[in-house]
């Protein structure tokens, strides 16, 4: 069992950072591939970013390839999400998600966070 609390979230103009921490309890999280994924008022949850168990390899959406940054510390059962060059199209819902495999996909994942918000300003 893993439980997942995410924090950072708030308000910010566009052009500027934010940096999203997802904190992990249970034992089991350095098994557990990591995803971040975000829904937007009135769109479905899309994919944001993944990383494998060790962090040695991650995957992005192509909406935030090059600005966004996943990453992660198994000693510290932390996961970060570092944005930046944010538009307010990156404005969402940001949910932290674990499962046992990398994956784009949302269904793969068991452990969700209760998501954070982003608002970003133009």
């Known amino acids: 069992q893993v439980t997942l609390v995410e924090s950072g979230g708030g308000l910010v103009q566009a052009g500027g950072s934010l940096r999203l921490s997802c904190a992990a309890s249970?034992?089991?999280?350095?098994?557990?591939?990591v995803v971040w994924c975000r829904q937007a008022p009135g769109k479905e949850r899309a994919f944001g970013a993944a990383?494998?168990?060790?962090?040695?390899?991650?995957s992005l959406a192509d909406a935030v390839k090059g600005r966004f940054t996943i990453s992660r510390d198994n000693a510290k059962n932390t996961v970060l999400l570092q944005m930046n060059s944010l538009e307010p199209d990156d404005t969402a819902v940001y949910y932290c998600?674990?499962?046992?495999?990398?994956?784009?996909?949302?269904?793969?994942?068991?452990?969700w966070g209760q998501g954070t918000q982003v608002t970003v300003s133009s």
């Open positions: 998600a674990a499962g046992g495999i990398i994956s784009r996909s949302s269904r793969l994942y068991d452990y």
């Open positions: 249970g034992r089991t999280f350095s098994t557990e591939a």
């Open positions: 990383s494998t168990r060790s962090g040695d390899s991650t």
